[in-house]
Structures are given as structure tokens and as C-alpha cells.
């Protein structure tokens, strides 16, 4: 091979060089740029993302208000509960007490 015959083959293989590496980033170019319409839909997607997550946001605070508020009711009804019933039994200690005084009275009469 003489001086000329590698010259013409060193530049058929470096132009197939930088032919393959201009496809290479065309196709890479092609498949992952971003459109101007894809841009607009990723905004309008990434806008409804952050009003989900404010109105999640809103509603656990909200819940744990309610669970909160829930918690101090039953907190409440149970202490009346047991007013309730300590009442009642105090109610039912008088009146058996009553009854008895009632029975000894008919019997001592």
C-alpha cells in the first residue's frame, strides 16, 4: 500500500467516523429533546401537582383538626358517662336503703 492508497483509506475511515458519531447525535438528539408543546404539558402537569399536594396538604390538617376535636368529645362523654353512672348508683344505693326503711317500717307497724 503506498502512500496515497492510505491517505484515501485514513479519510474514507475518519468521514465513516464522523458519519456514524453526526447519526449518532441526531438520533440521540431526535429521542430525548423536549418540544415546546411536551415542555407546556410537563408545566401544566408539574402546576396540578403542587395544587394536589396544597389540597392533601389542607385536608390532613384538616383531619387531624376534626380527630383532634372527635377526641376531646369523646374525652367529655365519657367523663359525663361516668358522672352519669356514679350518679345512678348513688340513685340505686338510696333507694335500696329507702326500700328497707320502708320494710322495717311496715314491719315494725
Known amino acids: 500500500m503506498n502512500r496515497t492508497e492510505f491517505v484515501i483509506a485514513t479519510a474514507i475511515i475518519l468521514l465513516?467516523?464522523?458519519?456514524?458519531?453526526?447519526?449518532?447525535?441526531?438520533l440521540l438528539h431526535r429521542f430525548s429533546r423536549v418540544a415546546g408543546e411536551d415542555l407546556t404539558e410537563m408545566d401544566r402537569l408539574a402546576q396540578s401537582l403542587h395544587e394536589a399536594e396544597e389540597i392533601r396538604d389542607q385536608a390532613v390538617l384538616y383531619l387531624e383538626e376534626r380527630e383532634a376535636e372527635l377526641l376531646n368529645q369523646?374525652?367529655?362523654?365519657?367523663a359525663e358517662l361516668r358522672a352519669a353512672m356514679e350518679g345512678l348508683r348513688d340513685a340505686r344505693t338510696e333507694a335500696?336503703?329507702?326500700?328497707?326503711?320502708?320494710?322495717r317500717m311496715h314491719a315494725n307497724g
Not at 465513516?16 to 441526531?26: D, I
Not at 336503703?97 to 320494710?103: G, N, S, V
Open 16 to 26: 465513516l467516523a464522523f458519519a456514524m458519531g453526526w447519526l449518532t447525535h441526531w
Open 74 to 78: 369523646i374525652a367529655q362523654t365519657e
Open 96 to 103: 335500696e336503703d329507702m326500700r328497707a326503711y320502708i320494710e
